[in-house]
């Protein structure tokens, strides 16, 4: 059988997205679709609480696979497409929202390739979720119009970045970075070069909505620092830009951090 054909049983392929963690920030359908699927090929990005919700022997881990290597995209895509072919229900559950720097456009366009009927489900993107349960909004009246989400962690086969940070430095309002706690220092020194004050407020926001989340805080000097002190590791986001100051104006009564067991 070629790619582009299919048997007449085939069956469905929903690219779901788990919202940042919090079980409760999944939307009904995503629920919905979980519980009726076959199976569910999954990354560690949609947290411990909801793939612990998961029966075992219908869960497919396409993250981390044994020794430690990262499941190749083209093996995922293949899988869909066999499971389809099988007249299988699948669920390719994503954490945050299938469509931000999630290879939901990726794997939309591989499944039409293939033929295999697919629908998206839009999930909470933890670009917007993760600081907004920290207390920061990406936008705000007072402080920024607009907002750029970036990733930190390209394509490792592109020539060069298609990030440009200069241009994000002098267009100003808020800068949220996915999967950027690694090249922190680097993105972080770029921005400085470009211009943007070391006194800009930062914050990065590790497990958002996770029972375990923790919060950092700084400047775009510090956050360096800040990081190191902290322990933050991925997953994460950081968010540059007056925005990040109000948490401290807001934390005393934000009850989000308390429920969810925030840690510095």
Known sequence: MSEGETPGDVGTVS????GPGDPDLMTVKAARLIESADVVLHDKLPGPEILGEI???KRE????????EWTPQEYTNRRLVELAR???SVVRL???DPFVFGRGGEEAEHLAEAGIPFEVVPGVTSAIAGPAVAGIPVTHRDHASSVSFVTGHEDPTKAESAVDWEALAATGGTIVVLMGVGKLPAYAAELRDAGLDGDTPVALVERATWPDMRVATGTLDTIVDARDEAGIEPPAITVIGDVAGTRA????FLR?????GEGA
């Open 55 to 57: 029966p075992e022997a």
């Open 86 to 88: 099988e007249g299988k």
């Open 94 to 96: 994503k954490g945050g």
């Open 15 to 18: 690219l779901v997205g788990s």
């Open 256 to 260: 989000n951090d308390g429920e969810r």
């Open 61 to 68: 881990d396409v993250g981390k696979r044994a020794g430690g």
């Open 249 to 252: 104006r807001v934390i005393e």
